[in-house]
């Protein structure tokens, strides 16, 4: 009965007349009714969006357009040429996930809009509304005065109604994307990278991020005044932000919106489907895998990149490395360091790597056939220091060197200030870049694309942002980005105890992070402790996805703990579904998966600084009873003062129950269902 109110209320709405000074253009509303937008012109042919969540404005009146850097600004004196509605509900299959199937249900608007002025340049808004986003972009069409869009700035706007908080990374500083969030009134952010989320006062969400982000800049938003935030494209040092040669689409604007917390993460989802379909055909040959590196040493200062007495990559300790691998059940190593070019100032320039030499001490033919032997699979480490100009005329043939030798992953690098991205340009010299401007764009994708040609996945760390494009490359596995467990090694500050509760409802509404958890010794650099417990180290594995997982301690500090080891060899990292069952921004975050083809579930549970108690309903359980095989904090556990204390045990439950569970300050905890049976 809500449900038809609802939709006669948007009816009736589209009958009434306009406000002032503005013409309303055209209205689409999601498939439940519940989200709406507005698409208007007003007295001087601006085109202008709103958008409604149950009749209650959440974006007010927010302009489109664009200014270029060699033509006038396309902002005023439009008129509506044409509109085109559809309506779109299918389903697809991820090859790995959080979900194992994904379902795509939107309602779409078309509007095409072309200037009154003498150059009459035509510009179309695609907007989507599905029943949890909202998502719009650009469509530039062939025409002849505008056959390339040199853009200096996007002119998108997002008029937030209302009062509420703001989680945010800024963009623009030296360090990337690695800072802790920020957690402010909406009117105190800054100039925020994206996702960025936020919470009214009522307990709306929405989290800004963007979709499908393809040859072009990538989109931060800054604070205008109030709740009006902009669109800010990334910088180039050639001037126009983005160039693209017309017919062009821009990246999706995308708004996740709903009631709560759970329902946010879950949206995410349509990040996905705002991306085109797989376009590898069969990718039966990328493998979701935990894995073991050559890597967490170099970041304690025990073992070092470069050569000389403290080189971790040597041919002895890898091979050491795959016998504590294969024993526990991990199919890959991570290998840093094992080629040419980290001797130096390699953090500065980048062009003394070689992507084909090895150091003397490490054989890496012998090393990936001992790997295979035992069902290890070698890691590749290719870093750049941000130097594609180097690294790009060379990949190719340490691509074929992998590939012939059997190695199916590579983990790249561009280890760089922000800023210090070395690109070849058009006029034969070097260019310094942003990470996520359009340069890197192009260069991230030609390495996903070269990589598929040999059946090499991609980690990409020091990365562009998420986007959804492992859709359309399920080849991009994973990717780094905001602040992993390197930083609990030698960061000032470390990760703070709500870190993890704040990515999971902004970064990782992107996608996967390889966040590289699972260190119990709960040290870093110098012996400094880690503001975690053991048991949030645990439940890191089911609350970070990634499609690849790495247990990041050295072997004889699992060694030391084999009950938590134990659940790490157990844990799952392919997913066949994915419920949130409890959260909040930067508090809490109670997430179950279940194991892809298996009829196993997993669940952890991270929060902040502060002690929470709660139950969790078993309700998403199948029938029949469950062995649950529990990993909490203990009565006792503190990460200030007692972050070792765990209680591993098991009890029996069904579908009807409900855990209690205690989560410590800066705690967690991991649970496995495994099926007993009727």
Partial sequence: MMRFVTKLLLALAALLPAPALADTVIRATSPDGTLALALTTN?????????????????????????????????????????????VDESWEQPWGEWRRVRNHYNELSATFEEGSKLHRRMRVVARLFDDAVAFRFEFPRQPNLATANIAEELTQFRVVGDGEAWWDPAFESNREEYPYNRTPIASIGTAQT???????????????????????????AKVEGGLLKAVLTPSSIGPKVSRDTPFVTPWRVMLIT???PSLYAANAEILNLNEPNKLGDVSWVHPRKYVGIWWGMHLDTQSWSSGAKHGATTAYAKKMIDFAAANGFTGLLVEGWNKGW?????????????????????????????????????????????????????????????????????????????GVQAMGADGKIHFEWHEGQVMVRHHLKVVEEAAKRHIAIDAHEPIKDTGL???????????GQRGMEYNAWGVPKNPPEHEANLVFTRMLGGPMDFTPGVLSLMGRGNTPILSTLAKQLALYIVIYSPIQMAADLPENYAANPGPLQFIK???????????????????????????????????????????????????????????????????ADYRTNPRSIVIEQRRVTAADRLALRIAPGGGAAVRFVSLGR
């Fill in 343 to 419: 001797d130096g100032d390699w953090f500065a320039t980048g062009d003394t790597f070689s992507f084909t030499e090895t150091y003397p001490d490490f054989d890496l033919p012998g090393v990936v056939a001992y790997g295979l032997k035992k069902g290890v699979h070698f890691i590749g480490h290719n870093e750049t220091s941000a130097n594609i100009a180097w690294y790009e005329p060379r990949m190719g043939a340490g691509f074929d060197m992998f590939q012939k030798l059997g190695v199916d992953a590579i983990k790249t690098g561009y280890v760089s200030d922000a800023g």
């Fill in 470 to 480: 492992r859709r359309t490359y399920p080849n991009w596995v994973s990717r780094e």
């Fill in 43 to 87: 007295g001087e042919g601006r085109i202008n969006y709103s958008v409604t969540r149950a009749g209650k404005p959440l974006i007010g009146n927010s302009q489109l357009g664009f200014l270029f850097t060699d033509a006038p600004q396309m902002l005023r004196h439009f008129t509506l040429v044409d509109q085109v509605s559809r309506s």
């Fill in 259 to 261: 009631g709560d917390a």
């Fill in 570 to 636: 157990d844990v799952a990292v392919d997913w066949d579904d994915t419920k949130v069952l409890a959260g909040e921004v930067g508090d809490l975050a109670v997430i179950a998966r279940k194991t892809r083809g298996k009829n196993e579930w997993f669940v952890g549970a991270v929060g902040d600084e502060a002690e929470r108690r709660f139950d969790v309903p078993l309700s998403f359980l199948g029938k029949g009873h469950w062995r649950a095989e529990i990993y909490r904090d203990g009565d006792t």
């Fill in 195 to 221: 996702p960025l989320t936020i919470r009214l006062t009522d307990g709306t969400h929405i989290a800004f991020h963007e979709a499908a982000l393809v040859d072009y800049s990538a989109m931060n938003i």
